[in-house]
Protein backbone atom coordinates (compact mmCIF):
# COMPACT_ATOMS: atom_id res chain seq x y z
CA UNK A 1 0.00 0.00 0.00
CA UNK A 2 1.59 2.96 -0.89
CA UNK A 3 1.69 6.18 1.74
CA UNK A 4 -0.62 8.74 1.11
CA UNK A 5 -1.22 12.31 2.87
CA UNK A 6 -3.47 12.08 5.61
CA UNK A 7 -5.54 15.63 5.47
CA UNK A 8 -6.60 17.64 8.07
CA UNK A 9 -10.23 16.53 7.86
CA UNK A 10 -9.06 12.82 8.34
CA UNK A 11 -7.64 14.01 11.89
CA UNK A 12 -10.99 15.29 12.54
CA UNK A 13 -12.73 12.47 11.48
CA UNK A 14 -10.99 10.47 14.36
CA UNK A 15 -11.33 13.21 16.84
CA UNK A 16 -15.14 12.28 16.37
CA UNK A 17 -14.77 8.46 16.37
CA UNK A 18 -12.49 9.09 19.61
CA UNK A 19 -15.41 11.04 21.66
CA UNK A 20 -17.90 8.70 20.33
CA UNK A 21 -16.18 5.58 21.86
CA UNK A 22 -15.42 7.86 25.07
CA UNK A 23 -19.21 9.24 25.15
CA UNK A 24 -20.20 5.46 25.16
CA UNK A 25 -18.51 5.17 28.61
CA UNK A 26 -18.66 7.82 29.58
CA UNK A 27 -21.23 9.95 29.34
CA UNK A 28 -19.77 13.93 29.63
CA UNK A 29 -22.24 16.27 28.36
CA UNK A 30 -20.30 19.30 27.24
CA UNK A 31 -18.70 16.94 25.15
CA UNK A 32 -21.72 16.70 22.47
CA UNK A 33 -21.47 19.95 21.11
CA UNK A 34 -17.98 19.82 20.80
CA UNK A 35 -18.48 16.63 18.87
CA UNK A 36 -21.29 18.12 16.80
CA UNK A 37 -18.96 20.94 16.20
CA UNK A 38 -16.47 18.61 14.60
CA UNK A 39 -18.94 16.71 12.33
CA UNK A 40 -19.33 20.45 11.10
CA UNK A 41 -15.88 21.34 10.52
CA UNK A 42 -15.50 17.71 8.87
CA UNK A 43 -18.23 18.25 6.10
CA UNK A 44 -16.86 22.07 5.65
CA UNK A 45 -13.60 20.78 5.20
CA UNK A 46 -15.18 17.95 2.64
CA UNK A 47 -18.20 20.17 1.45
CA UNK A 48 -16.61 20.86 -2.37
CA UNK A 49 -15.54 17.11 -3.01
CA UNK A 50 -19.40 15.93 -2.31
CA UNK A 51 -21.10 15.69 -5.23
CA UNK A 52 -23.74 17.99 -6.73
CA UNK A 53 -26.85 16.19 -5.95
CA UNK A 54 -25.69 14.66 -2.49
CA UNK A 55 -24.89 18.38 -1.79
CA UNK A 56 -28.35 19.44 -3.14
CA UNK A 57 -29.84 16.59 -1.13
CA UNK A 58 -28.32 17.42 1.88
CA UNK A 59 -29.19 21.17 1.98
CA UNK A 60 -32.73 21.02 1.37
CA UNK A 61 -33.07 18.40 4.28
CA UNK A 62 -31.07 20.40 6.51
CA UNK A 63 -33.09 23.71 5.86
CA UNK A 64 -36.19 22.07 6.57
CA UNK A 65 -34.93 20.49 9.47
CA UNK A 66 -33.33 23.55 10.79
CA UNK A 67 -36.91 25.61 9.59
CA UNK A 68 -38.93 22.93 11.83
CA UNK A 69 -36.57 23.32 15.01
CA UNK A 70 -36.62 27.22 15.07
CA UNK A 71 -40.75 26.93 14.77
CA UNK A 72 -40.52 24.83 17.60
CA UNK A 73 -38.51 27.61 19.73
CA UNK A 74 -35.83 25.31 20.30
CA UNK A 75 -33.48 25.87 17.10
CA UNK A 76 -29.81 25.68 18.60
CA UNK A 77 -30.77 22.64 21.45
CA UNK A 78 -32.09 20.52 18.33
CA UNK A 79 -30.05 21.78 15.97
CA UNK A 80 -26.70 20.12 18.03
CA UNK A 81 -28.39 17.31 18.74
CA UNK A 82 -29.24 16.20 15.53
CA UNK A 83 -25.75 16.61 14.12
CA UNK A 84 -24.59 14.88 17.07
CA UNK A 85 -26.78 11.54 17.00
CA UNK A 86 -24.75 11.08 13.50
CA UNK A 87 -21.42 10.31 16.00
CA UNK A 88 -22.68 6.78 16.37
CA UNK A 89 -22.86 5.99 12.30
CA UNK A 90 -19.85 7.64 11.86
CA UNK A 91 -18.12 5.13 14.35
CA UNK A 92 -19.43 2.41 12.53
CA UNK A 93 -17.87 3.36 8.98
CA UNK A 94 -14.79 4.11 11.05
CA UNK A 95 -14.55 0.63 12.29
CA UNK A 96 -15.62 -0.75 8.63
CA UNK A 97 -12.79 0.89 7.30
CA UNK A 98 -10.21 -0.74 9.00
CA UNK A 99 -11.45 -4.32 7.31
CA UNK A 100 -11.57 -3.60 3.84
CA UNK A 101 -7.71 -3.62 3.60
CA UNK A 102 -6.99 -6.66 5.32
CA UNK A 103 -9.57 -8.26 2.91
CA UNK A 104 -8.48 -7.63 -0.68
CA UNK A 105 -5.24 -8.78 0.85
CA UNK A 106 -6.42 -11.75 1.87
CA UNK A 107 -5.40 -15.32 0.39
CA UNK A 108 -8.02 -17.48 1.93
CA UNK A 109 -10.93 -14.85 0.92
CA UNK A 110 -9.38 -14.67 -2.58
CA UNK A 111 -9.80 -18.38 -2.99
CA UNK A 112 -12.88 -17.58 -2.01
CA UNK A 113 -13.63 -14.98 -5.00
CA UNK A 114 -12.33 -17.68 -7.25
CA UNK A 115 -14.09 -20.37 -6.99
CA UNK A 116 -17.50 -17.67 -6.55
CA UNK A 117 -16.63 -16.43 -10.00
CA UNK A 118 -15.37 -19.97 -11.59
CA UNK A 119 -19.06 -21.21 -10.75
CA UNK A 120 -20.70 -22.59 -14.44
CA UNK A 121 -23.81 -20.65 -15.03
CA UNK A 122 -26.42 -22.51 -13.69
CA UNK A 123 -25.21 -22.09 -10.34
CA UNK A 124 -23.31 -18.86 -10.85
CA UNK A 125 -26.17 -16.83 -9.65
CA UNK A 126 -26.64 -18.38 -6.19
CA UNK A 127 -23.00 -18.01 -5.21
CA UNK A 128 -22.66 -15.21 -6.21
CA UNK A 129 -25.66 -13.74 -4.22
CA UNK A 130 -25.13 -15.99 -1.42
CA UNK A 131 -21.27 -15.46 -1.15
CA UNK A 132 -21.34 -12.00 -0.65
CA UNK A 133 -24.37 -12.15 1.10
CA UNK A 134 -21.88 -14.33 3.81
CA UNK A 135 -19.09 -12.32 3.08
CA UNK A 136 -21.05 -8.66 3.22
CA UNK A 137 -22.51 -9.97 5.85
CA UNK A 138 -19.58 -9.53 8.31
CA UNK A 139 -17.41 -7.76 6.10
CA UNK A 140 -19.76 -5.21 5.07
CA UNK A 141 -19.05 -3.19 2.07
CA UNK A 142 -15.43 -4.66 2.34
CA UNK A 143 -17.32 -8.02 1.37
CA UNK A 144 -18.63 -6.36 -1.56
CA UNK A 145 -15.18 -4.90 -2.71
CA UNK A 146 -14.06 -8.89 -2.59
CA UNK A 147 -16.29 -9.76 -5.61
CA UNK A 148 -16.73 -6.77 -7.48
CA UNK A 149 -14.29 -7.52 -9.77
CA UNK A 150 -15.46 -10.19 -11.63
CA UNK A 151 -17.95 -7.77 -12.84
CA UNK A 152 -15.47 -5.17 -13.90
CA UNK A 153 -13.64 -7.62 -15.64
CA UNK A 154 -16.66 -8.88 -17.58
CA UNK A 155 -17.05 -8.03 -21.31
CA UNK A 156 -20.62 -9.11 -22.30
CA UNK A 157 -22.90 -6.54 -21.04
CA UNK A 158 -25.65 -9.02 -20.52
CA UNK A 159 -23.87 -11.06 -18.10
CA UNK A 160 -22.27 -7.63 -16.60
CA UNK A 161 -25.64 -6.73 -15.85
CA UNK A 162 -26.90 -10.23 -14.57
CA UNK A 163 -23.81 -10.21 -12.64
CA UNK A 164 -24.34 -6.88 -10.45
CA UNK A 165 -27.71 -7.89 -9.67
CA UNK A 166 -26.63 -11.30 -8.10
CA UNK A 167 -24.36 -8.95 -6.07
CA UNK A 168 -26.25 -6.17 -4.95
CA UNK A 169 -29.43 -8.75 -4.47
CA UNK A 170 -26.88 -11.05 -2.20
CA UNK A 171 -25.29 -7.81 -0.73
CA UNK A 172 -28.02 -5.59 0.27
CA UNK A 173 -30.37 -8.66 1.89
CA UNK A 174 -28.31 -8.73 4.52
CA UNK A 175 -29.41 -5.55 6.17
CA UNK A 176 -32.56 -7.79 6.85
CA UNK A 177 -30.59 -9.49 9.65
CA UNK A 178 -26.86 -8.41 9.92
CA UNK A 179 -26.10 -6.66 13.17
CA UNK A 180 -22.85 -5.59 11.21
CA UNK A 181 -25.25 -3.77 9.29
CA UNK A 182 -26.16 -0.24 8.95
CA UNK A 183 -29.95 -0.40 7.92
CA UNK A 184 -29.57 -2.77 10.94
CA UNK A 185 -28.48 -0.34 13.46
CA UNK A 186 -30.40 2.39 12.42
CA UNK A 187 -33.18 0.48 13.17
CA UNK A 188 -32.33 -0.67 16.41
CA UNK A 189 -31.70 3.28 17.45
CA UNK A 190 -34.32 4.55 16.27
CA UNK A 191 -36.89 2.35 18.00
CA UNK A 192 -35.12 1.68 21.52
CA UNK A 193 -36.99 -0.80 22.53
CA UNK A 194 -35.66 -3.39 20.26
CA UNK A 195 -32.95 -5.69 20.50
CA UNK A 196 -31.43 -7.05 17.84
CA UNK A 197 -32.55 -10.94 19.19
CA UNK A 198 -36.27 -9.19 18.57
CA UNK A 199 -35.96 -9.22 14.53
CA UNK A 200 -32.28 -10.78 13.41
CA UNK A 201 -33.63 -14.20 13.29
CA UNK A 202 -36.19 -13.15 11.68
CA UNK A 203 -34.99 -11.09 9.52
CA UNK A 204 -32.83 -14.17 8.19
CA UNK A 205 -35.82 -15.68 6.44
CA UNK A 206 -36.30 -12.11 4.61
CA UNK A 207 -33.09 -12.45 3.40
CA UNK A 208 -33.26 -15.55 1.78
CA UNK A 209 -36.40 -14.52 0.31
CA UNK A 210 -34.88 -11.51 -1.10
CA UNK A 211 -31.88 -13.86 -2.76
CA UNK A 212 -34.24 -16.55 -3.92
CA UNK A 213 -36.66 -14.03 -5.43
CA UNK A 214 -34.15 -12.44 -7.45
CA UNK A 215 -32.68 -15.90 -8.72
CA UNK A 216 -35.87 -16.80 -9.85
CA UNK A 217 -36.69 -13.60 -11.86
CA UNK A 218 -33.02 -14.23 -13.19
CA UNK A 219 -33.78 -18.03 -13.73
CA UNK A 220 -37.01 -17.41 -15.53
CA UNK A 221 -36.30 -13.94 -17.41
CA UNK A 222 -33.32 -12.84 -18.03
CA UNK A 223 -31.36 -15.93 -18.42
CA UNK A 224 -33.52 -17.73 -20.24
CA UNK A 225 -34.14 -14.98 -22.94
CA UNK A 226 -30.15 -15.25 -24.08
CA UNK A 227 -28.18 -18.29 -25.32
CA UNK A 228 -26.48 -20.26 -22.80
CA UNK A 229 -22.87 -19.72 -22.64
CA UNK A 230 -20.08 -22.27 -22.80
CA UNK A 231 -19.64 -24.04 -19.52
CA UNK A 232 -15.87 -23.67 -17.61
CA UNK A 233 -14.90 -25.90 -14.95
CA UNK A 234 -15.36 -24.47 -11.94
CA UNK A 235 -11.79 -24.27 -9.22
CA UNK A 236 -12.25 -25.98 -6.10
CA UNK A 237 -12.02 -24.27 -2.87
CA UNK A 238 -9.04 -26.10 -0.82
CA UNK A 239 -9.96 -27.70 2.91
CA UNK A 240 -7.55 -25.00 4.25
CA UNK A 241 -8.40 -21.75 2.69
CA UNK A 242 -12.27 -22.95 3.13
CA UNK A 243 -11.28 -22.98 7.18
CA UNK A 244 -9.07 -19.64 7.18
CA UNK A 245 -11.98 -17.78 5.79
CA UNK A 246 -14.24 -19.25 7.97
CA UNK A 247 -11.94 -18.87 10.97
CA UNK A 248 -11.77 -14.91 9.99
CA UNK A 249 -15.43 -14.48 9.91
CA UNK A 250 -16.02 -16.63 13.05
CA UNK A 251 -13.52 -15.37 15.00
CA UNK A 252 -15.16 -11.39 13.67
CA UNK A 253 -18.53 -12.56 15.24
CA UNK A 254 -17.13 -14.36 18.21
CA UNK A 255 -15.35 -11.47 19.29
CA UNK A 256 -18.06 -8.73 18.22
CA UNK A 257 -20.57 -10.75 21.02
CA UNK A 258 -18.48 -11.26 23.57
CA UNK A 259 -17.68 -7.58 23.53
CA UNK A 260 -21.47 -6.45 23.50
CA UNK A 261 -22.24 -9.23 26.12
CA UNK A 262 -19.23 -8.20 28.63
CA UNK A 263 -19.31 -4.74 28.17
CA UNK A 264 -23.24 -4.24 27.43
CA UNK A 265 -22.34 -1.60 24.16
CA UNK A 266 -24.24 -0.89 21.32
CA UNK A 267 -23.15 -2.77 17.80
CA UNK A 268 -21.44 0.64 16.41
CA UNK A 269 -19.45 1.01 20.07
CA UNK A 270 -18.27 -2.69 19.62
CA UNK A 271 -17.30 -2.55 15.82
CA UNK A 272 -15.22 1.02 17.12
CA UNK A 273 -13.44 -0.99 19.82
CA UNK A 274 -12.47 -4.23 17.99
CA UNK A 275 -12.34 -3.22 14.23
CA UNK A 276 -8.88 -1.50 14.18
CA UNK A 277 -6.96 -3.76 16.64
CA UNK A 278 -8.17 -6.76 14.86
CA UNK A 279 -7.52 -5.55 11.60
CA UNK A 280 -4.36 -4.62 12.78
CA UNK A 281 -3.62 -8.26 13.69
CA UNK A 282 -5.00 -9.77 10.48
CA UNK A 283 -2.92 -7.30 8.19
CA UNK A 284 -0.04 -8.08 9.82
CA UNK A 285 -0.32 -11.23 9.44
CA UNK A 286 -0.59 -11.10 6.02
CA UNK A 287 2.61 -10.65 4.33
CA UNK A 288 6.52 -11.77 3.91
CA UNK A 289 7.88 -13.14 7.22
CA UNK A 290 10.33 -10.49 8.44
CA UNK A 291 7.85 -7.26 6.81
CA UNK A 292 4.79 -7.83 8.46
CA UNK A 293 4.83 -6.30 12.31
CA UNK A 294 5.03 -3.33 12.98
CA UNK A 295 5.59 -1.61 9.43
CA UNK A 296 2.23 -3.36 8.06
CA UNK A 297 0.46 -1.87 10.78
CA UNK A 298 1.71 1.28 9.69
CA UNK A 299 1.00 1.14 6.47
CA UNK A 300 -2.51 0.18 7.56
CA UNK A 301 -3.05 2.84 9.73
CA UNK A 302 -1.58 5.55 7.21
CA UNK A 303 -3.98 3.81 4.46
CA UNK A 304 -7.34 4.18 6.91
CA UNK A 305 -6.51 7.32 7.88
CA UNK A 306 -5.95 8.59 4.29
CA UNK A 307 -9.21 7.12 3.38
CA UNK A 308 -11.51 8.57 5.99
CA UNK A 309 -12.21 11.71 4.03
CA UNK A 310 -13.58 9.59 0.99
CA UNK A 311 -16.83 9.11 3.89
CA UNK A 312 -17.99 12.45 3.62
CA UNK A 313 -20.60 11.50 1.48
CA UNK A 314 -22.11 9.23 4.17
CA UNK A 315 -21.21 11.98 6.82
CA UNK A 316 -23.51 14.42 5.09
CA UNK A 317 -26.21 11.92 4.53
CA UNK A 318 -26.93 11.16 8.24
CA UNK A 319 -26.41 14.68 9.52
CA UNK A 320 -29.17 15.74 7.54
CA UNK A 321 -31.03 12.56 7.85
CA UNK A 322 -31.08 13.32 11.53
CA UNK A 323 -31.91 17.09 11.56
CA UNK A 324 -34.70 16.86 9.16
CA UNK A 325 -36.19 13.96 11.60
CA UNK A 326 -35.79 15.67 14.46
CA UNK A 327 -37.09 18.99 12.63
CA UNK A 328 -39.87 17.36 11.51
CA UNK A 329 -41.07 15.64 14.48
CA UNK A 330 -41.11 18.61 16.00
CA UNK A 331 -43.35 20.41 14.10
CA UNK A 332 -45.92 17.22 13.74
CA UNK A 333 -48.35 16.49 16.38
CA UNK A 334 -47.73 12.81 16.84
CA UNK A 335 -50.85 11.98 18.10
CA UNK A 336 -52.52 13.92 15.46
CA UNK A 337 -51.06 12.13 12.40
CA UNK A 338 -51.37 8.84 14.35
CA UNK A 339 -55.36 9.13 14.49
CA UNK A 340 -54.88 10.26 10.93
CA UNK A 341 -52.83 7.59 9.40
CA UNK A 342 -55.05 4.60 11.74
CA UNK A 343 -58.26 6.58 9.83
CA UNK A 344 -56.85 5.90 6.43
CA UNK A 345 -55.63 2.82 7.13
CA UNK A 346 -57.54 0.88 9.78
CA UNK A 347 -55.98 -2.49 9.16
CA UNK A 348 -52.46 -3.59 10.51
CA UNK A 349 -51.70 -5.39 7.14
CA UNK A 350 -52.66 -2.23 5.33
CA UNK A 351 -49.98 -0.32 6.78
CA UNK A 352 -47.59 -2.72 6.78
CA UNK A 353 -48.01 -3.19 3.04
CA UNK A 354 -48.16 0.94 2.98
CA UNK A 355 -44.66 0.70 4.71
CA UNK A 356 -43.15 -0.93 2.19
CA UNK A 357 -44.50 1.13 -0.73
CA UNK A 358 -43.43 4.46 1.18
CA UNK A 359 -39.90 3.09 1.40
CA UNK A 360 -39.44 2.12 -2.29
CA UNK A 361 -41.36 5.31 -3.51
CA UNK A 362 -38.70 7.35 -1.47
CA UNK A 363 -35.99 5.68 -2.72
CA UNK A 364 -37.12 5.79 -6.59
CA UNK A 365 -36.70 9.77 -5.98
CA UNK A 366 -33.39 9.36 -3.85
CA UNK A 367 -34.50 9.72 -0.43
CA UNK A 368 -31.70 7.62 1.55
CA UNK A 369 -33.57 4.94 3.60
CA UNK A 370 -31.61 6.30 6.57
CA UNK A 371 -34.04 9.88 6.36
CA UNK A 372 -37.09 7.65 5.97
CA UNK A 373 -36.50 5.33 8.91
CA UNK A 374 -35.33 8.93 11.33
CA UNK A 375 -38.14 10.69 10.36
CA UNK A 376 -41.13 7.78 10.15
CA UNK A 377 -39.87 7.22 14.01
CA UNK A 378 -39.80 10.45 15.02
CA UNK A 379 -43.21 11.14 13.88
CA UNK A 380 -44.85 7.76 13.71
CA UNK A 381 -43.50 5.57 16.33
CA UNK A 382 -45.02 1.91 16.71
CA UNK A 383 -47.33 2.62 19.16
CA UNK A 384 -48.60 5.26 17.26
CA UNK A 385 -49.35 3.27 14.39
CA UNK A 386 -50.74 0.34 16.82
CA UNK A 387 -48.52 -2.06 15.42
CA UNK A 388 -45.68 -3.79 17.68
CA UNK A 389 -42.46 -2.46 17.73
CA UNK A 390 -41.17 -6.19 16.17
CA UNK A 391 -43.49 -5.74 13.17
CA UNK A 392 -42.45 -2.49 11.97
CA UNK A 393 -38.75 -3.05 13.52
CA UNK A 394 -38.59 -6.56 11.02
CA UNK A 395 -40.51 -4.37 7.83
CA UNK A 396 -38.12 -1.36 8.74
CA UNK A 397 -34.91 -3.75 8.26
CA UNK A 398 -36.08 -5.74 5.83
CA UNK A 399 -37.38 -3.28 3.15
CA UNK A 400 -34.14 -1.22 3.66
CA UNK A 401 -31.77 -3.42 1.77
CA UNK A 402 -34.10 -3.73 -1.01
CA UNK A 403 -34.68 0.43 -1.03
CA UNK A 404 -31.20 0.91 -1.18
CA UNK A 405 -31.03 -1.27 -4.68
CA UNK A 406 -33.54 1.27 -6.71
CA UNK A 407 -32.07 4.46 -5.52
CA UNK A 408 -29.23 6.22 -7.51
CA UNK A 409 -27.93 7.99 -4.47
CA UNK A 410 -27.39 4.73 -1.67
CA UNK A 411 -23.87 3.85 -1.28
CA UNK A 412 -24.58 0.09 -2.64
CA UNK A 413 -25.56 1.38 -6.40
CA UNK A 414 -22.80 4.39 -6.70
CA UNK A 415 -20.18 1.70 -5.40
CA UNK A 416 -21.58 -0.71 -8.49
CA UNK A 417 -21.98 2.07 -11.03
CA UNK A 418 -17.88 3.12 -10.34
CA UNK A 419 -17.30 -0.76 -10.45
CA UNK A 420 -19.21 -1.36 -13.73
CA UNK A 421 -19.42 1.91 -15.48
CA UNK A 422 -22.83 2.12 -15.97
CA UNK A 423 -24.92 5.03 -15.02
CA UNK A 424 -26.13 4.60 -10.88
CA UNK A 425 -29.37 5.26 -12.17
CA UNK A 426 -29.24 2.56 -15.02
CA UNK A 427 -28.62 0.43 -12.37
CA UNK A 428 -31.29 1.39 -9.84
CA UNK A 429 -34.27 2.62 -12.18
CA UNK A 430 -34.02 0.10 -14.88
CA UNK A 431 -32.01 -2.67 -13.52
CA UNK A 432 -32.99 -3.73 -9.80
CA UNK A 433 -37.04 -1.66 -10.18
CA UNK A 434 -38.09 -5.34 -11.43
CA UNK A 435 -36.76 -7.42 -8.85
CA UNK A 436 -37.01 -4.92 -5.78
CA UNK A 437 -40.82 -4.97 -6.53
CA UNK A 438 -41.17 -8.21 -5.97
CA UNK A 439 -39.11 -8.68 -3.19
CA UNK A 440 -40.95 -5.67 -1.61
CA UNK A 441 -44.29 -8.15 -2.49
CA UNK A 442 -42.84 -10.71 -0.70
CA UNK A 443 -41.20 -9.25 2.42
CA UNK A 444 -45.06 -7.36 2.73
CA UNK A 445 -46.84 -10.74 2.86
CA UNK A 446 -43.81 -12.56 5.12
CA UNK A 447 -44.10 -10.23 7.77
CA UNK A 448 -48.05 -10.10 7.39
CA UNK A 449 -47.84 -13.86 7.79
CA UNK A 450 -45.39 -13.70 10.85
CA UNK A 451 -47.78 -11.10 12.72
CA UNK A 452 -50.39 -13.20 12.52
CA UNK A 453 -48.40 -16.46 13.35
CA UNK A 454 -46.44 -15.01 16.20
CA UNK A 455 -49.02 -12.45 17.42
Same mark, same amino acid.
Given at each position: ??????????????? !???????????????? !?????????????????????????????????????? !?????????????????????????????????????????????????????????????????????????????????????????????????????????????????????????????????????????????????????????????????????????????????????????????????????????????????????????????????????????????????????????????????? !????????????????????????????????????????????????????????????????????????????????????????????????????????????????????????????????
Amino acid at each position: MTQQRITLSAWVYLA !IASLALVDAFVHVPPL !IPVTAGLIVLFVALEFRNIPAAQKIAGIGLIAVGVLGA !ISSGKGAELLIDGIARSRIFLLLFFAVSWLQFPVGQSPALRAVRATIVSQPPGRRFLFMASGVHTLGSVLNLAGLSLLASMVENQKDPHLRRRMTMALINGFGSASSWSPFFIGMIVVLVAIPSLKWTDIGPLGFILALAIVSTAWAYDRLVLRRSHPAEAPTPPVALDKADFWRAAGILVSLIVLAVTIVEFTGTSIPVTLGLMGPPFALVWYSMIGTRGTRFPHRAVDLSGGVMAHLPSLRNEVLVFVAANIFGLG !IASIIPTGDLGHFVNAALPWADAKIAAIVLFFLGCSLIGLHPVIVVISLTAVLPPEALGLKDWVVGLTYAGIWGVSTMVSPFSGTTLFMARVTGVPAHIIGWRWMLPTSLLSGGVIGAIVIALRHGLG
